[in-house]
């Protein structure tokens, strides 16, 4: 085998690049360089596995290093650290307990992902401090509710009254971040009898989200016995040897653990020691394809920057539908079949306890001035069902459109969990793509039946309001 095509990275993107290679040309030789034990992992199934939903950690795998081994003929070499792209040379060296590997490449996809973010507050190296990034994190956690817990199995379906006033009650603890991670470990916590400080540094909880989406989630995160601090920037995780607090400008609250939810960010230092780029967001820059500023050297997943639908500029959102494609992408590319493995709109979605909630495209105002248009939005709350069908609730949906165009910017919904806010999203996720206005989106056929939808799904609903709105501000 000739014309190695080297990876550096073993999740999402490298894994998806590494077998759409090797599919697409079975003699070409497919090398992986991952750092860790673990590859083709879910990680975002980790706060399902530390509440207790998901058994095993093996069970987020969905191929197995052996698979990729001998299935799939390809040469995955897991423990091996890559410490140097050498682009004049065409070759990585990675590290190994056994010793030094020098891996000349044809074509190079770097795939590093992305780390936890850890704020710059004091006392975040103290024991009982955790994080959510990797298997490993998972592993950690899971193993301190099972030691909080007593050895007991872990959630407590039916936790009755707030946790805090329970004799059974473990905790308390502390949730620093509002996002994605912050809430879902909020309810995996919750859920095994942990008393929950959430700790958000502005002034509502999923900030991408619209306000009223944000408002839903957070007036059910109280319902469900979770401490809010809004507006709380962490100052301190106090303690001794292990963390004792989570200090803020206004308040210091007893903890005997703490999570840090507040973000990832790329990983870039390998690409930036080799000369690659970075782009505005802070990953590497790419073009449309994957490639680099350096030929033959390609980037997607975690550490990359994407194309934004709705503005046509660079975007950094780190989800695993964008590392999928993007590194099938560049495995077609580089055997022969050029592929872009398209743009993103954001689109993100999140469980709270019995809520669901997602976006897509350009909610905030601010952020669609700032890419040159005249936001308007409307928010509706309208039935997910019949309303004579004996089940069901309501969808909220907020949706933003452009004043002088028309154009469909972007959504965000929540509903009760099961009542379709996050499907429904999907629905705008076409109308961005197409560019389609609100006008447009008015007159789409979605799907009816009792069971499933009213006769106007809330969606279409959303659009005639601001359609209204939009006629009456051109009058």
């Known amino acids: 085998m000739t014309d190695p095509f080297v990876v550096v990275g073993g999740d999402a993107a490298g894994m998806s690049a590494a077998s759409k290679a090797k599919r697409e040309d079975p003699d070409r030789e497919v090398v992986v360089f991952e750092m860790g ?8 199934g980790l706060p399902y596995y530390v509440k207790g939903e998901i058994q095993s950690l093996e069970a987020l795998v969905s191929v197995t290093p052996e698979e990729f081994r001998e299935d799939r003929d390809i040469d995955l070499r897991t423990g091996h650290e890559v410490v140097q792209i050498d682009t004049d040379a065409r070759t990585v060296t990675a590290e190994h307990e056994s010793g030094t590997v020098v891996q000349p490449y044809d074509h190079l ?17 103290r024991d009982g401090v955790f994080t959510l990034g990797s298997m490993s994190d ?16 872990l959630q407590q379906p039916d936790r009755g009254p707030a946790c805090r006033y329970l004799e059974n009650c473990t905790g308390p603890v502390g949730v620093v971040g509002g996002g994605y991670i912050g809430i879902e470990m909020a309810e995996a916590l919750a859920e095994n009898g942990f008393e929950v400080h959430l700790f958000q540094r502005g002034d509502r909880v999923l900030k991408g989200f619209s306000e009223e989406t944000s408002e839903h989630v957070a007036d059910h995160l109280e319902e469900q016995d979770v401490v809010l601090h809004l507006g709380a920037e962490v100052q301190a995780v106090s303690g001794g040897k292990r963390v004792g607090a989570v200090v803020t400008a206004s308040e210091r609250i007893d ?24 782009g505005e967001t802070g990953a590497i820059a790419t073009d449309a394809y994957r490639e680099t500023n350096v030929p033959d050297v390609y980037a997607a997943g975690d550490c990359a920057e994407s194309t934004h639908v709705v503005t046509g500029e660079p975007a950094y959102v780190p989800l695993a539908l964008t590392a999928n494609r993007h590194g099938r992408a560049v495995g077609e590319t580089v055997t022969g079949r050029p592929s872009k493995g398209g743009d993103i709109a954001g689109t993100a979605a999140v469980k709270a306890f019995d809520v669901e909630a997602a976006r897509t495209g350009i909610v905030d105002h601010d952020a669609a001035r700032e890419a040159g248009f ?32 028309g ?3 972007g959504a965000s919904l929540a509903s009760e969990y099961g009542e379709g806010a996050v499907h429904r999203s999907h629905a705008v996720v076409a109308a961005l793509e197409e560019r389609a206005t609100v ?37």
Not at 374 to 393: I, L
Not at 448 to 473: C, H, I, M, R
């Open 109 to 125: 996809l770097i795939a590093t992902g992305s780390a936890a973010v850890i704020p710059p507050i004091d006392g975040t190296d």
């Open 255 to 278: 903890v005997e653990m703490v999570l840090l939810g507040t973000g990832v960010r790329p990983r870039t230092a390998l690409a930036e020691r080799a000369g690659i780029d970075l």
């Open 138 to 153: 998972g592993k950690e956690l899971r193993e301190y509710v099972a030691r909080a817990r007593g050895g007991e199995s």
């Open 407 to 409: 154009r469909v910017l």
């Open 439 to 475: 006008s447009d989106v008015e007159n789409y056929d979605l799907a009816y039946a009792p069971p499933f939808n009213s006769t106007w799904d809330p969606v279409l609903v959303a659009a005639k309001v601001l359609s209204g709105t939009l006629q009456e501000s051109t009058d």
């Open 374 to 405: 005249d936001p308007v939005s409307e928010t509706v709350t309208a039935k997910s069902r019949a309303g004579y069908y004996p089940e069901g609730g309501t969808i909220t949906i907020t949706l933003t459109a452009d004043r002088d165009s």
């Open 37 to 44: 034990e673990w590859v083709s992992y879910g990680a975002c």
